[in-house]
């Protein structure tokens, strides 16, 4: 099973000041709707309202064939809402909405060895939610279940906050970290990848996948490092092509068995095929307002780059 963590929210999207799209989101459920979409069993842990919009959104969920035995609803309080601005180059600002309790409380996950798991967003890094994110992840430590952290940083952090102390928690929880090329500037204030991965490394990191838009991806682990080249496209909206790429990445993973016990002995020809098909996955959402792969997308990238049995 593959478990995404993290928030709920509902994306109105806004192109020159006019609405142009409406899509349930939130990094972590992006994610999860592709990863689901490509043929993993997915579950989604997550909180969302008892409102319209909730109830659309975990419509949504089951419609995509995800669990969500571990998503809470709340009576009294709205789902989150974000806007997203999408300047010349289909990039996006936000603005959130968001009533929620005080805490988040997650039921107990039964987690195995042979599960994944991905933590992601502001999520990973809010005080509220802080005691059941690390309960999931010291419960999945504790049987090696793989660990993928995206940090998914929207605006700059202080060094000496409680939240730069989860992220750097959140690096040591983790056996694969995908960071863009914006997230290295925001924690580490440059974008030396090669000593941002010794400093990963040094805290249990197997795996650094570094993202540049739309020019590469550089992979490092402790036997190689290789840099990928990205198409030129002209893109829709880029909201969910990160998202898509970590879903990518977690579905050849997935089906491929790979552990936190067999992680560190992955061969770069692994790589060379999933890299690349993370990249095609997450190209492709760019193209259209949707934030994940459509069924009929999920298939044909499968069929053309063939991540089964690697």
């Not at 190209?283 to 053309?304: G, I, P, T």
């Amino acid at each position: 099973m593959v478990y995404t963590i993290g928030e709920t929210v509902f994306d109105i999207v806004f192109s020159r000041m006019n609405p142009i799209a409406a899509k349930v989101g939130g990094s972590a459920l992006n994610s999860a709707v592709t990863c689901s979409q490509l043929g993993a069993q997915v579950s989604f842990v997550s909180e969302i309202g008892t409102d319209t919009v909730g109830s659309h959104c975990l419509n949504f969920l089951e419609k995509h064939a995800i669990a969500t035995n571990y998503v809470t609803r709340y009576d009294s309080h709205p789902t989150s809402l974000a806007l997203a601005f999408l300047d010349a180059n289909s990039n996006a600002s936000y603005n959130f909405y968001k009533q929620l309790p005080a805490e988040f409380i997650c039921k107990p996950i039964p987690l195995v060895s042979e599960d994944i798991v991905l933590f992601s967003s502001s999520f990973a890094m809010n005080t509220r939610s802080r005691n059941s994110l690390v309960t999931i992840l010291q419960k999945a430590i504790g049987v090696n279940a793989l660990r993928m952290y995206d940090p998914n940083m929207r605006k700059p952090i202080n060094q000496n906050s409680v939240e730069m102390n989860y992220i750097h928690e959140n690096i040591s929880y983790a056996h694969i970290v995908r960071a863009s090329h914006e997230d290295c500037l925001l924690l580490f204030n440059h974008t030396r990848f090669d000593e941002i991965f010794e400093f990963l490394y040094s805290k249990g990191v197997q795996v650094a996948v570094f993202t540049k838009s739309n020019q590469a991806v550089e992979i490092f682990t402790s036997h190689m490092h290789k840099l990928y080249t990205v198409p030129c496209i002209s893109p829709v909206s880029t909201i969910g092509a990160g998202d898509t790429f970590n879903a990518a990445i977690l579905y050849a993973l997935y089906v491929n068995k790979v552990s936190g016990e067999t992680l560190p002995y992955v061969s770069v020809d692994f790589w060379d095929i999933v890299i690349p098909f993370a990249i095609a996955c997450s190209s492709r959402v760019c193209m259209s307002y949707d934030n994940y792969l459509d069924s009929a997308e999920a298939e044909q990238l499968q069929q053309l780059y063939n991540v089964g049995l690697l």
